[in-house]
């Protein structure tokens, strides 16, 4: 007789919770004796088998078509799979944690094949075989009487286009599954309401409800729904009450206790009303995991929790992470919940890439037991070709999944040879990754031209529109591909490859921006809306955006005509520390901000085009509403105007595509997507170094000029700012000859502040733009000619000119001018030492994907007895030398010295040769270089080769070459390249320093440009 089929006498004999034999002694019952014959098997465990999606959502985050049928292949696969080969049917449930729909491309398609927008959406979930799904936010993103219709399967459609499958014929019913959340209130919405059904009740189609109880061969199992309490600020719930009613995007400890009390109520009613059920799942749409991490130790009784809307890609050992993804974390997550059990949360990424498949053993007592988990048998799935092949699913598509795919592609492919643009760069529009990569986290490629593509259609409408304001969520999906090309190991990011009917006709040729792509990046064709807003208005919009970091939150902004540094460890509303208005060349319009205060007139108004979305306070954004905003909204429902008319006049989509048209019709867009290094719209002062506005340019005053006790020009400098020396009549002295500043105290005594020039065979006209709030440390100065070699001083008279003072002596004539000049040179520390650079973030990358060029204009003079020659070098802010015909940096400072240096010298883009005593020039010298370069993070670094050239350089010692970067030179660190002043470069020859006097070649650059 087996064991679990005996008769004891005396002795109950049962299944403990790890499944072996319990003995207890039976008390004494009035002389009676027990006997209990034993028939169940020893062990209580139950093995939960649950599928679970999250976020759906058809085509958006880089999910495809294919990813559909291949989700649907993956799930009969794996529900066609013996759990312990025991011949008995697995304790299978199948549950979303919603975001099963979303508008966009595929939501509209389903309109024209099947009659609604939507219907494709709902009937995929019913053939899937979902038992309940938790409501999203993007349920809600058309309002509540759409999402009714949908639902309850009163949106007018059919299928009759399906031919030959169990759906040809039928008219659309709805959804075949309860929709739940416990925190919303149903009944103060006229739409949803009719549709509300008590909670835990067995699963009803056509409804929505707080909670289902669902049958699994004879074990009853508790579904709890929840969705974000942030749904109102990121979607239109229309007249839904979402509880708790006050919830951060990051949410505050009580806020997050207030939540878990609202889902733990229900948890415990549904407990209560079915006593013989001991294990609950909850659906959890909470938009982040760590939100959903949090409710997992403030709950109990709740045995798995399924988040979702974060696309957070979880993975076990032995799962297979798909091309162009990143593991974000261990699936699944085991928590110590509030009960002292413990919890497991899972998650999968969104658009149909993964199935998520959880197969776990509880306890007799309804409790989870962790170590029963099997990376072998549970885990993400991929949904790709790879992940179908895997499994031997690839004829196990469900035909009606099939064919309404095909008949949504049928759609969407008359609309991808609707071309509007090139790009020849893929176009981030990624949620986030690691460390930071994505619209919701930095500014993008691609929230910079739709942002730009928005302020220019307003400004048709309204010429004083200069800000462009838009959130990162509004943008659903990138454009491009993400491949790992043949031979290769890692995932690239291309731009569109060519797209070819079945007999090899171009529908879209490589690079090409269709109305698919633009109507799937924008799915939300949010309409625009001009408002008026004050520079302190602005400033709040601003910092809002980007107070959530360092979560991941779709109120992060994409700008356009203004730029802003922030420094995100600073407190909330506190962050930004730099912010200007920008036109189309990059010049500054208007300071925001300065050093952390709003500048001038917080007043002073500015007119903003954004989302109509955001007009009305979506995202939470803080726009200001009233008279005073005179607010504008551009779109016009029904009407296509223009060059693009897929979509209504005054969409975003219709401003992408008209901007397309008119800017990337012919020569593709190539601003390559940059890290926050190199973000220069929304500079990340914990990536980078802020540079978003000019130095300050003070005019100085200069007072009356009067003479010392010695009758000697005395000239007050009341306030600091740019003095312009000009040197325009010159006597033939010696070479050695300089004009210098002096400072004379108290006692008399003289001390050189700078030497601002030589004046012996300088050419006429030749100008010295020079910095007096960096060199100037006192009020009153002399100037005088000072011979370098004997140090003997000649004093020069001064008279005042009107807009500054002249000297005179020894027949020369020196003009001094308060009248600022532009800057183009500037200071970088680079390995610990101030160095001097020719900053390129002034220039305008033409953007045509083939090499541009940049003029340089420059004089040289000398001293100096050698045949020298000077230039440039082309480099990043941190010194990394950039090939100019590749834009990739070859060396670094902290590599090789010797490798740096021989790359300074392959690498020089301007130099000029200047012959004993006599000037030479690099007027119009130009050079080629790739449109891959970022300006704003380039600079020109000064070289100088003594007594030859570029190819007379000792490339073993390097001795005849330095650089601005003193830890380069080879003696010792020692400074060869002074900044004389702004735009001015002074050169020393002599090893170790010299005369020190900077003057043996000196480079003045009047301009530089691109051409």
Known sequence: MPLDQQTFIGVVQHAGESGGLVADRLADQGGQIFMFNITEPLTANFTLELFHVADQEPLNGGGSLSDITGLSAVLNALKAQDIGNDGLPDNTLILSSGDAIIPGLFYDASKVAFGSAGIADIQIQNELGFQAIAFGNHEFDKGTAELAALINGSAPGNFSVLNGTALDGQDFTGANFPYLSTNLDFSTDANLAPLAVNGGQAPQAKTITSSTVINVNGESIGVVGATTPTLARISSPGGVTVNPTSFNSTPTPAELDALAAIIQGEVDTLLAANPTMNKVVLLAHMQQLTVEQA????????????????NTRLFDANDRVRAGDTNQGTYPQFFTNAGGTQTALVNT???????????????????????????????AFATDEAGVAALGASGLVDPEIQAIVDAIEGEIIRTEGNVFGLASVFLNGNRSGEPTDGVR?????????????NLAYAKEFDPTVVVSIKNGGGLRASIGETIVPPGGSQAVRLANGPVVDSTGNVVKPAGGISQNDIATALAFNNGLSLLTLTKAQLVAVLEYGVAALPGVSGRFPQIAGVKFSFDPDFAEGQQILSAGIFDENNNLIAELVRNGSIVGDPNQQFRVVTLGFLADGGDGYPFPTGTTVNRLDLTQSGIKTGDATFADDGTEQDAFAEYLLDNFRTNPFAQVDTNPALDDRIQNLNFRADSVLPAPMVIPEVGNISTDGNGRSLVPIITGGLLSFTISNNADRAASQDLVAIAIDGSGTFSILSTLGTAAGTPQGFAFNFSATRNFNSTDYNFALRDSRSGELSFLTAVPNGTGFDLTGNGVKVTASTTAQPGITEELTLLGNTAEAIGLGGLVNPGTGNPFTIKIDATLHRESAFNNQVGFYLANRQGGIIDPLTGQVVAGLNGDRSTYLASVVNNAVFSGDVANNASGSMADSTVEVSSAIDLSNAVLLPFLVVDTNLAGVNTTTFENIYVATLGLNADNGTDHVRLLGDNVFGFEDLARGG????????VKVNSINVV
């Open 295 to 310: 409710l997992a130790t403030r709950l109990e009784n709740v045995d798995i929790i399924v988040g979702g809307g974060s």
């Open 349 to 379: 990424d969104g658009s149909y890439k993964y199935l998520g498949r959880l197969v776990i053993d509880f306890d007799a007592g309804g409790n989870i037991i962790p170590n029963s988990y099997d990376p072998g048998i549970s885990g």
């Open 441 to 453: 986290t930095q500014e993008t490629n691609l929230g910079n031209l739709t942002a730009d593509a």
């Open 995 to 1002: 005369d020190n006097d900077f003057d043996d070649i000196i």
